[in-house]
């Protein structure tokens, strides 16, 4: 075990961890956001920046800091290094750098956008974004696509974080999407809008930080603050058949994997419960589902408003 | 007198791209040598000694980087040549892939004897393709007269080349970018560590060197290292190829010792004779687009008023307040009548297009420059974006997976610092500026020296 310092916190984590990991063990406020790193997908990360990190001493053998900020999702940390997050200047000012460069070709449609409420680029926005734009030009805009009957594209939205194309090749068969064009005109697509036809491309939906693609049997229907998460399983002989459901009064709006606090898909029994198309897409009808109970949501998350965490508290411990 | 010439010396000789008359004139000596006289060790050992540093930009030592190399077990190891010359400005390695294309070819099978490669690989850069009919013309001569394939000159080495050409992309110069393209993918760079000498090619441990570096090793082998290391100053060893371009009397490739003054190679007669036209120089960019620009001022004197030469150590002199840098001699010069706006935003535009799109503050970073910079050229830009520039670069810099964003940057934050009033002066005569040039920076003009 080696010991390594974030934020004044010192934690013991196994040889090998990276500083973001290595944070996430410590949580709280010393995690840096990440954008484009999941940890369930082996390869993410690296490529938004938001997890720039300053390594005040990069370790006891050679505790000469780092000149440059260190992608915290991708630097393993050494033993006796000293990492700083929050405590940072350099760090608060780059993460503002970095959100103000996302935001620049990003169309704020929040108020239209299905992933309003559970958008990790909103959170960062709000963390870190300044309340005007310095960007004069105009948007770089694109044509929503479909890929697929079941999956939305929205390119204008997409943050380029490569997570679905690692999805597409590590869960489904055969990739046929991917990042085409280079640069600012970079854009995840299909060739010639290709359908995305797998019974695991749902989950691509899950893994998108931001609203570019989206649950055509869900869009528009709710906001996700209305619905209630609950967490439910069927027998399904594809998946793990662990899901949550959103529902509102008795009706299912949607079905999503189970997400932990960073917005991945948990582990259930060691083993990443990504779950089926025909899950996500196909049984919104609640006898097909065995409903266990709300799904705990972060106070605060848009989510729980209206005290609604409170009320799943009460809830559960009844239950326990 | 010259100096030496080490890498060009025959390039004038009729027929020296054909393997005949290239071994007549010395040629292939090197792998002779080493082959047969020295262990790889020792041939890594005289590049060591040579101080021999990386040509294509960074100025890493070559030794060094070849001692790096990891070497496990039952593991393939690769040599790559990184001929993805496409740094704006320079052109050094394409004249001499074309004009002595087995200087390249000798220098990758003694290279990738010492390194231990017996598939070694010359990326080639798309837009070069007559290129690669040349270069594949001279591994077929050296394959017939037995330089490459099983066996080379009975010493039990065996060695395959392979030319492999790009699709022209300025990222894939990057050596992970490359390594990337070369496997068959998307020219994305790859995030380090694993830095490719553990990890490179198909997992393997790599060597991307550039064409010049691999040429050089031949006279290090041919003299040994500390022949090659009595040239130059301090850690610049050994002669460089320089690609003069822009506004001078005669630009071309020359190559030179290092140590050279700067004056001497833009004023001298054995170099470029001078700024043409009898015009003044207004700045100079020493090492390829993505190297700060440097007003007349600076160029030949440093800021304390020293000789600046062309090594390493001299031109990075000033630190990036009042120095640029070497990398890869691609020596642009702009005479008074140069826009250095336009310029600015030539280079901006050229890596909106070129980053790759991958990590966030380039891919925005760089089209945000482009278009800031845009409005500033065609006159409808205000004072606060030049403050505005300034601070995106701020945001880019060093925050990136790759020296792109770096590349990116530099050039930008660099005529900023040093030709603010000509920026201001696009905001303030927009007007006049989309008919005449700016010309010299007037405050200073006092201060240039003229030969």
Redesign the interface.
């Known amino acids: 075990m080696i010991k390594v310092t974030i934020d004044d916190i010192e934690v013991e984590v196994e040889p090998g961890t990276t500083i973001l990991n290595a944070a996430r063990q410590i949580g709280g406020e010393v995690v840096p956001p990440a954008m484009c790193y999941y940890s369930k997908l082996p390869g993410t990360g690296g490529k938004c920046r938001t997890c720039l990190v300053e390594v005040a001493a990069g370790s006891t053998a050679d505790p000469r800091p780092m000149p440059k900020l260190m992608a915290s999702c991708s630097t393993t940390v050494m033993d006796g290094m000293i990492v700083k997050n929050k405590t940072s200047e350099r760090v608060h000012d780059n993460r503002g750098g970095v959100v103000e460069f996302l935001l620049i070709n990003h169309p704020l449609d929040c108020p239209i956008c299905d992933q309003a409420g559970e958008c990790h680029l909103q959170d960062l926005g709000y963390e870190h974004g300044s309340a005007k734009t310095r960007y004069r030009e105009e948007r770089r805009t694109f044509d929503p696509i479909d890929i697929g009957n079941k999956i939305k594209l929205h390119m204008n939205r997409c943050i380029l974080c490569y997570r679905c194309v690692h999805v597409a090749n590590q869960l489904t068969d055969h990739r046929v999407h991917g990042v085409m064009h280079r640069g600012e005109h970079a854009e995840i697509s299909t060739y010639i809008q290709n359908a995305v036809e797998n019974d695991f491309s749902g989950n691509m939906i899950d893994v998108c930080p931001v609203g570019a693609l989206t649950d055509k049997t869900f869009r528009f229907k709710s906001r996700v603050w209305f619905l209630k998460p609950m967490e439910a399983e069927c027998a399904c002989t594809k998946c793990s058949g662990k899901a949550v459901v959103w529902m509102f009064g008795n009706e299912i709006y949607r079905v999503t994997a189970r997400k932990d606090k960073y917005g991945e898909v948990e582990n259930i029994e060691d083993k990443t419960a990504w779950i089926c198309n025909d899950c996500r897409f196909d049984k919104k009808d609640p006898s097909k589902w065995n409903i266990i109970g709300p799904r705990k949501i972060d106070r605060h998350s848009v989510i729980s408003q209206g005290k609604y965490e409170t009320k799943i508290d009460k809830g559960l411990n009844k239950i326990g | 007198m010259a100096g030496r010439k080490l890498l060009l010396e025959n390039v004038h000789i009729p027929g020296i791209e054909t393997y005949d008359v290239y071994r007549k004139n010395g040629g292939y000596a090197s792998v002779e040598k080493a082959l047969k006289k020295m262990t790889p060790e020792e041939v890594v050992e005289e590049v060591k000694k040579s101080g021999l540093r990386g040509r294509g930009g960074a100025g890493f030592p070559t030794g060094m980087k070849w001692s790096f190399l990891a070497k496990p077990e039952g593991v393939p190891r690769y040599l790559v040549c990184n001929a993805d010359e496409s740094e704006p400005g320079t052109f050094k390695d394409r004249y001499l892939m074309e004009k002595i294309p087995h200087l390249l070819i000798e220098g990758m099978i003694t290279s990738s004897y010492a390194l231990g490669a017996n598939v070694s690989y010359i990326y080639i850069r798309g837009e070069f393709m007559y290129i690669l009919h040349i270069l594949e013309k001279a591994i077929a001569e050296a394959r017939a007269n037995g330089m490459l394939g099983k066996n080379i000159m009975g010493s039990g080495y065996d060695l395959e080349l392979v030319v492999a050409p790009g699709g022209g ?1 300025y ?1 894939c110069g990057e050596e992970t970018a490359l390594l990337e393209s070369l496997e068959g993918k ?1 020219g994305n760079p790859r ?1 380090k560590p694993p830095f490719p000498a553990v990890k490179g090619l198909w997992g393997c441990p790599t060597v991307v060197n550039n064409v010049e570096t691999i040429a050089a090793v031949v006279p290090i082998v041919n003299h040994g290292g500390e022949d090659y290391a009595k040239i130059g100053i301090e850690r610049s060893t050994g002669t460089k190829l320089i690609s003069a371009s822009g506004n001078l009397v005669r630009p071309g490739v020359y190559e030179i010792e290092m140590g050279v003054s700067v004056e001497e190679f833009i004023y001298g007669d054995d170099y470029c004779q001078g700024i043409a036209n009898g015009k003044r120089m207004k700045a100079c960019i020493p090492g390829g687009s993505s190297v700060p620009i440097l007003p007349a001022h600076l160029v030949t004197k440093t800021a304390a008023g020293e000789n600046r030469l062309m090594t390493y150590e001299s031109l990075a002199d000033g630190g990036f307040a009042s120095g640029s840098m070497l990398g890869s001699g691609g020596f642009i010069v702009f005479d008074e009548d140069q826009c250095i706006v336009k310029n600015t935003y030539t280079f901006a535009r050229f890596y ?17 420059m482009e ?1 800031v910079l845009h409005r500033l050229d065609h006159g409808h830009g205000t004072i606060e974006d030049i403050s ?1 520039l300034e601070e995106i670069n ?2 880019i810099e ?4 790759c020296p792109l964003g770096d590349a990116a940057a530099w050039p930008v934050a660099a005529a900023i610092r040093h030709f603010r009033e000509e920026f201001e002066w696009h905001v303030t005569h927009a007007a006049e500026a989309q008919t005449r040039n700016y010309g010299l920076i007037q405050p200073r003009v006092e201060e240039i020296k003229t030969l």
């Open positions: 992309a990222i998307r995030m909106a297009h070129e980053s790759c799109g991958q990590c966030s503050p380039c891919r925005e970073g760089t089209g945000w278009k505005l701020k945001k060093g925050n990136t997976i």
